[in-house]
């Protein structure tokens, strides 16, 4: 089987390219039967993507800048749950599934092989889960989180450092 990819794809137009498998990547069976028919929601996709995603080192966050202050704000207010689907958008159809993840990665971590990690990971995690075939998983970096430094205690007004020692 051959990797596909659509170029530019825009998020939610159209189902992903048809294409036909041969065999079944979950271990459920069809999802379209003689017996009947199968459906799995985008939003359970977007959760097993996003958990998939998040379960490598290297992965700090998910989302744009925007997606995550807003998500922070919502954590305030309501009590701290984790949205397990921020940062990720997916396409379902009857029997594939594109996924794409906006990540912000650690500094110092390959964003290559990071990249290759997430992908392997969160296709191998969909296809058990739902017996789709995932027909690509584009990943978008927004951002790279530098490590924090470290405070002095010198009795300096808080957010302002020392001009001189």
């Known amino acids: 089987m051959t990797e596909a990819s659509t170029p530019n794809r825009p998020r939610g137009e159209g189902a992903p390219p048809s294409r036909t498998r041969t065999d079944n990547p979950g271990s459920g069976g069809d999802l379209i039967t ?47 749950d984790r949205n397990v ?29 990071l990249a290759g990690s997430v992908r392997r990971n969160v296709i191998s995690a969909v296809e058990r889960m739902t017996g789709l075939e995932v027909t690509e998983v584009n990943i978008r970096v927004d951002d790279v989180h530098l490590p924090e430094p470290e405070r002095q ?13």
């Open 34 to 80: 003689p017996k009947g028919t199968t459906s799995i929601d985008s939003g359970v996709v977007a959760k097993i993507a996003g958990m998939a995603a998040r379960e490598l080192e290297g992965v700090h966050a998910m989302g744009a800048g925007g997606a995550r202050a807003l998500g922070a704000v919502r954590g305030m207010v309501g009590g701290g």
């Open 85 to 113: 689907t921020q940062g990720v958008a997916v396409e379902v159809g009857e029997r594939q599934a594109a996924v794409d993840i906006d990540l912000v990665v650690e500094y110092g971590v390959a964003i290559p092989d």
């Open 153 to 165: 205690e010198s009795g300096q007004e808080s957010g302002q450092e020392a001009r001189v020692q």
